[in-house]
């Protein structure tokens, strides 16, 4: 049984992908959360996977934003260029709780689609060179395969290079 909220987000992911005509399809799968082992079992490559990452940017000691950070599934997000991007003191990833409040799914579902008003999205441009986008649906065992224009006209997301390959490392910003 899923939680409401979660139940609620896919739900409403499902109406925004059908209210905008996307080219999409549902994928069911073993319930994975980690990016590299299901998009073994979607049968996609790494490059084509959406990992989404919720952040918190603190601008100053009173100042915090949200950011939800799209990079490919090759790749980690590079805390430096993102804190860099918004003139930042400080960029790290959001406490689950938030992380989970805000993406209204729990981690290794979240979307690459801001679920709340209080997240800004942020998607790495290599991302957009792929036909297709595969994410977890804001559940363990469903996924999506969506057309990346499709995305791009939905999501209107700002596009910025924030990704490093995954055998680099990403590090908080002090």
Known sequence: ??????????????????????????????????????????????????????????????????????????????LRAVAGLFAARYVGFADPATAERLARSVPGTVLPFPMSPEVELLVDPRVLTQPRLYFNAARLDRSISLDTDDYTTIAQPRVAPIAIRDDATSRECP
Do not use: F, I
Request: aromatic residues 2%.
């Open 1 to 78: 049984m899923l939680a409401p909220r979660t139940a609620a987000a896919y739900d409403d992911l499902l109406a925004l992908l059908d209210g905008r005509g996307a080219d999409y399809s549902v994928m069911t799968h073993e319930p994975v959360g980690t990016t590299e082992v299901v998009s073994r079992l979607r049968g996609n490559a790494l490059e084509q996977a959406a990992k989404c990452l919720l952040l918190v940017v603190k601008l100053d000691r009173r100042t915090r934003r949200h950011v939800l950070a799209v990079v490919p599934g090759d790749s980690k997000v590079d």
